[in-house]
């Protein structure tokens, strides 16, 4: 039980690491839009930039508005009206006619002419209500259909059949044309026939409406099928007509499609692969080329969470409006990286977030081209990012790439600048203004993760700092050689590109150890006493030594950032106080070789290896009694052999040519420091 614990205790950190891995994928995938996303872009009236596209799929092609709305109009139109029929009516009708008939007899009118004005006007109650009588007219055609319901049974007619009140005029002349009878008027008799009128057909809504969603229903959305595999629209093509249907059809169909649980659990497989497999290389990268961070936990965390944030926020943006996606200032991330680490690591960060983020953003290879210009301009702009002009120039750099490539885009997809669109200048533009906020975002991060950045370094570099200004009261020698040193090693920093702002800060402090015993380093012994002459070597080596420890004490109780307390600790690396050693070696030929080395460890980056070169070369350049160009010449090639044979450069990211570079310019410096002056007469 004991060993399977120790077991996972040692394997710890590779566990962390798989779970941040973990963790940061399944973020990213479930994040991702439910439905997928038409991959292209197209406007109606413009060519169709793409390749030639095949139908993925079978589908239905829909049909657009218009059409839908032209065709539920017809329906409407065309759809038959219900009318219901009293068949007791037209009896009704015939009785009230011979009491009415009657009351027309006098002594002009003989039996016999009342008698076939009677029998006219039963003939043509017949005719009125062949069909039906209806009194209240609608607006439809003659031949429009409609279906009459007499009680159980319905029959299908037409509007122009049944009798309406337009009809009644023709209709009583026609009948009772020279029937007319004595003593009475024509139009007495037509009124008196009119009034006896009743409508036995009423139009019936009820039914009609249903009859009518009825034929709505049987509108279909869709016309017409596209195969699989068939060709929707080549490359130059005008996108108008059934092309452009064709494709709203299958841009609709993707952002609707519906998933299986299978189908879905494959593409969720599929995208958790791909995801896992891009974050996976970064952590490869990291291992291989940046083995401290890969060894801080809490610095791979703060990458993928940087990484994570902007893909969380590309992807918001894509399911608000695709329009803004490049409003989203995606090269924040290689800025803030940059900041943070080197240029190597921005980039490569930048290009894993792009290449995850072209899974669900339309347009993927232009939006791939202007975001890895734009990161690649972003990684190639100064390096100084703590200084306002650098960051202003980037941010121009970056909004000109985006123009330029959106234009040379348009110009090869459309072949000119007709219908432009101004709206993506403005979101390019949008996008410099929303990179300035850097600045207030790295201060955030920095005392999230406590993980110092340029910006900061441009602050502790002040020599008006509290710990700076102790230093040169409690001193005031180191501190005059702190500032030598950091001079030097900042030029030998710019001469082989490493960062020069950190190696200064971190030569500015990296004796503040001293301020414990001040006067037991030679810089500081101005009175020409020297208290080591009191104390056994050994004594006085581990007062030497304890400087490392103690300035690793004061820096943290100073709140020193881990970046500036690594020069503190390796700026001696594990080398001999060899004075000490040799004058402890006299007395006891036996004395032990560990007891005269500095703790280590040894430098492991480029800037902690320049400020050791820097540190011990200014030290002993104190001792030079005449400080000529040969002299200077052969004590840096001394000091910095005899490190190189010592293996205190073994583990730092640094080659012989650059050595070669920093012998020169040391050299340089330290010729100009102790330049000689001629004498003047008196």
């Not at 509108?219 to 452009?244: C, F, H, S, W, Y």
């Not at 291989?288 to 944030?309: G, H, Q, W």
């Not at 009191?534 to 100073?558: C, F, R």
């Not at 032990?592 to 460890?601: I, L």
């Amino acid at each position: 039980m004991e060993l399977q614990k120790s077991r996972i205790y040692k394997h710890q950190d590779i566990f962390f690491k798989i779970l941040l891995l973990v963790v940061c994928t399944a973020v990213t995938v479930y994040i991702f839009p439910n439905n997928d996303r038409f991959k292209y872009d197209y406007k109606q009236g413009e060519p169709w930039e793409y390749e030639t596209l095949y139908a993925p799929f079978a589908f239905p092609i829909e049909k657009t508005e218009g059409e839908l709305k032209q065709e539920r109009q017809e329906a409407e139109a065309s759809a038959p009206r219900y009318f219901l029929v009293e068949t007791d009516v037209p009896g009704l009708v015939k009785n009230a006619w011979d009491e009415s008939a009657k009351n027309l007899q006098n002594d002009s009118v003989s039996n016999r002419q009342l008698r076939n004005f009677r029998n006219a006007g039963r003939e043509l109650i017949d005719d009125i209500y062949r069909y039906g009588y209806l009194n209240q007219p609608m607006e439809l055609e003659s031949d429009h259909p409609i279906l009459l319901q007499t009680g159980d049974k319905i029959t299908d007619q037409t509007y122009g059949q049944i009798t309406l009140p337009k009809d009644l005029g023709e209709l009583l002349n026609k009948k009772f044309k020279g029937l007319d009878l004595p003593g009475i008027s024509a139009a007495r008799l037509k009124r008196s026939f009119v009034e006896i009128l009743e409508p036995n057909v009423s139009y019936d809504e009820e039914l009609t409406d249903a009859a009518i969603r009825d034929e709505l229903n049987k509108i279909l959305p869709t016309r017409g099928l596209v195969r699989r595999n068939a060709r929707i629209i080549a490359q130059g093509e005008i996108v108008e007509g059934d092309k452009l249907q064709i494709l709203n059809t299958l841009n609709n169909t993707y952002q609707s499609q519906t998933w299986s649980d299978s189908q879905y659990a494959w593409k969720l497989m599929g995208y958790l692969l791909l995801v896992a497999m891009a974050y996976t290389m970064l952590m490869l990268f990291i291992w291989r080329y940046r083995t401290p961070i890969f060894e801080n936990f809490k610095k791979l965390v703060f990458i993928y969470f940087n990484i994570s944030v902007f893909v969380v926020l590309t992807v918001a943006t894509v399911n608000l409006n695709v329009e803004y996606i490049y409003v989203v200032p995606v090269c924040i991330l290689p800025l803030i990286i940059k900041a943070f680490f080197d240029s190597r690591l921005g980039l490569f960060c930048h290009v894993i977030a792009i290449f995850v983020l072209s899974f669900i953003v339309p347009n993927s290879d232009e939006y791939l081209f202007l975001q890895m210009m734009a990161g690649i301009v972003t990684i190639l702009s100064g390096n100084e990012i703590y200084k306002r002009a650098n960051l202003f120039i980037t941010v121009g750099q970056i909004c000109l790439v985006y123009f330029i490539s959106y234009f040379a885009f348009y110009s090869i997809n459309q072949g000119g600048v007709t219908g432009w669109e101004w709206e993506r200048v403005a979101y390019f533009a949008l996008c410099g203004l929303a990179m300035l906020f850097v600045w207030p975002l790295i201060y955030i991060l920095e005392k999230t993760f406590g993980i110092v950045s340029d910006v900061s370094l441009l602050e502790l570099s002040d020599t008006n700092s509290r710990l700076l200004k102790e230093l040169s009261n409690k001193a005031p020698g180191t501190f005059h050689h702190s500032l030598n040193v950091a001079n030097i090693a900042e030029s030998v920093a710019n001469e082989i590109g490493a960062n020069a702002m950190l190696v200064r800060v971190g030569a500015l402090y990296h004796d503040v150890g001293k301020m414990s015993n001040p006067t037991y380093f030679t810089e500081n012994q101005g009175s020409g006493i020297n208290p080591h002459d009191d104390l056994d070597p050994e004594e006085s080596a581990q007062i030497i030594i304890d400087h490392t420890i103690k300035g690793i004490e004061i820096a943290k109780k100073y709140n020193l950032p881990d970046r500036i307390i690594d020069f503190i600790r390796t700026h001696h690396g594990d080398s001999l106080v060899y004075y000490f050693y040799q004058k402890a070696k006299q007395n006891n030929p036996d004395v032990e070789e560990e007891r005269f080395r500095y703790p280590g460890p040894r430098p492991f980056s480029q800037e902690t290896a320049i400020l050791m070169i820097a540190d011990s070369v200014e030290a002993a350049s104190k001792s030079l009694k005449n400080p000529t160009s040969v002299a200077i010449d052969e004590l840096v090639n001394k000091i910095m052999d005899g490190q190189v044979k010592s293996g205190q450069f073994l583990n730092a990211n640094i080659t012989f040519k650059q050595l070669e570079s920093i012998k020169s310019v040391i050299k340089k410096k330290l010729a100009s420091i102790y330049h000689l002056r001629i004498e003047y007469p008196e």
